[in-house]
């Protein structure tokens, strides 16, 4: 059975030396990509594809790692996601079988970062965007985006909200105090990214997003990014938010979720009881989550699903949200 990895990243050497160079303080996780992660992350040949078939997976959806170009200046993410974007589309046309990718956008200037994404997905044939959720202090949902969401509705492409560390401030209040390792590491992959990403998907659905782009979906990882396990809770929202429908009906109708390496069975019985089996998509987190063996293909293997859910759960829906094979 064909297996389509969606959240699998890379890094180049390029962007980088941009993140060093960035006027203002440091993302603290940007030093996380270090070791055998950097060396897995620059490496789009013959290590990343023996490393696909060790693991069990025949493809992989290529997308930039955190924090992407969010903290750049805006000629500079213009260059540098023109570049990306070009480099990714390289990649798959020279692996087509192996390799598919998001867009990287030019969030710092989104006024350009709509037409970004078009000419990714018209012109290099890349399956969607992955973007970081916050723009240094502008959330998902600030109407500088729409442009974006108008234009990824209007393509069919989904945007995958991917976890980026919290504001310093917030950092501050709730994350420090700790020791400088754990402090980064809670703020981080530990907690802090997920709460980040799960709330940018609450923020768009309260803003009205999904209300004036009904077509748009959004992808999130490591099983919804906790706020998923929370509707019931978050439908008090539903009494003092004015949507055109209860918040739980965006995530079942605006809302893929993918498993992030996250490879538990309990959590997957509950997404499906959440949005159902045509809304979960599989992922190893490559190469933050690698581990070796073929936990990967383990792992679909052992769901206790019928032989075409498994199929949706490992390509058919991936396949269908993007329209192309």
Known sequence: ???????????????REAWAAAPGPADPTCALHSGDLAVRLEDLG??????????????????LTTPALHNLGSRQSIALA??????IAEMVAL????????ATLP??????????LERA???????????????????????????????????GAPVFVHPQIPQQAIREACYSGLGAEVDLVLS??????????????????????????????????????????????????DRTAKLARPLADYARNNLYVTASGMFSQTYLQRCIEIVGIDRILFSTDYPYQYRAGRE??????????????????AHTNWERLTGRS
């Open 1 to 15: 059975m064909r297996l389509i990895a969606v959240e699998e990243h890379f890094l180049t050497s390029d962007v």
């Open 46 to 63: 013959k290590t990343r594809l023996d490393l696909m078939d060790e693991t069990g997976v025949d493809v992989q959806v290529l997308s």
């Open 82 to 87: 023109r570049r990306t974007n070009d480099l």
């Open 95 to 102: 692996a087509p079988t192996r390799f598919q990718g998001f």
């Open 107 to 116: 969030m710092p200037a989104h006024k350009e970062a709509a037409r970004e």
């Open 121 to 155: 997905v018209r012109e290099l044939g890349l399956k969607g965007a992955m973007v970081c959720g916050r723009t240094r202090e502008k959330n998902l949902d600030h109407e500088d985006f729409w442009a974006i969401f108008e234009c990824a509705a209007g393509l």
């Open 188 to 237: 981080g992959p530990g907690l802090g990214w997920h709460y980040e990403a799960g709330l940018q998907f609450v923020r768009l659905a309260l803003a009205g997003v999904f209300d004036r782009f009904p077509d748009l979906q959004i992808i999130l990882g490591h099983w919804g990014e906790v706020v998923l396990f929370y509707l019931e809770r978050l439908a008090v929202l």
């Open 296 to 313: 990967a293909r383990r792992f679909l293997e052992q769901t206790p699903l019928d032989a075409a859910d498994k199929a949706k759960l």
